[in-house]
């Protein structure tokens, strides 16, 4: 089974901050990552698709990359309402796999 | 607009049973897989259990398996997870999704508001 090894599991920053969650695959894997925003309380929100796809209205700032093994979503500024916990996935034909998430703090 | 609304979620005993459903609206139902995808508390997200936009194919994690069974039915647009042999790690809020693909491999874009299952004598 595809394991998604995800990391910090936590992130301290700031409003204005260039911040990076890492997703490693336990072996290579396809374009199926996606990656979702979850605030305290609330559903998961999907943010990128097939690695690098942006959700309609998601903003720009969002970015999915990687190849192979490694992914990772990039925040470029980050902003007051980015601060959530941050999930990776792999989706399969039989199987999803999701990463262990990473909290953006303060 | 998508709607997903569950229902069934209670308190129940180790070894009990339990049948969530979720009640879709908004889009049409057997175009898309469905899945369920829970949380315990204070934790992250599990991939429960998948079916296709037809219905006929099922998939379950390994930790379901055997124990937990999805299927869905288009004459309602409903999505239900059959839940046996409940243990305290089945203890979790448990969100039914739209998937944006007619089979499983697909990203998850639309979410209900969660069911929350507990699983304590």
């Known amino acids: 089974d595809i394991q998604m090894t995800q990391s910090p599991s936590t992130l301290s920053a700031s409003v204005g901050d260039r911040v990076t969650i890492t997703c490693r695959a336990s072996?290579?894997?396809?374009?199926?990552v996606a990656w979702y925003q979850q605030k305290p309380g609330k559903a998961p929100k999907l943010l990128v698709y097939d690695v690098s796809s942006l959700d309609s209205g998601v903003p720009a700032r969002f970015r999915g990359s990687g190849s192979g093994t490694e992914f990772t979503l990039t925040i470029t500024s980050l902003q007051p309402d980015d601060f959530a916990t941050y999930y990776c996935q792999h989706y399969d034909s039989y199987k999803w796999t999701f990463g262990q998430g990473t909290k953006v703090e303060i | 607009e998508v709607q997903l609304l569950e229902s069934g979620g209670r308190l129940v005993q180790p070894g009990g049973s339990l049948r969530l459903s979720c009640a879709a609206s908004g889009f049409t139902f057997n175009n898309f897989a469905m899945t369920w995808v829970r949380q315990a508390p204070g934790k992250g997200l599990e991939w429960v259990a998948t079916?296709?936009?037809?219905?006929?194919?099922?998939f379950h994690a390994d930790h379901v398996k055997g124990r937990f069974t999805i299927s869905r039915d288009s004459s309602n647009n409903t999505l239900s997870l059959n839940m046996n042999s409940l243990r305290a790690e089945d203890t979790a809020t448990y969100y039914c999704?739209?998937?944006?693909?007619?089979?499983?491999?697909?990203?998850?874009?639309?979410w209900g508001q969660g069911a929350l299952v507990t699983v304590s004598s």
């Open positions: 079916v296709n936009g037809a219905g006929g194919k099922t």
């Open positions: 072996q290579s894997i396809t374009i199926w």
């Open positions: 999704a739209t998937v944006r693909t007619w089979g499983p491999e697909g990203p998850v874009d639309n």
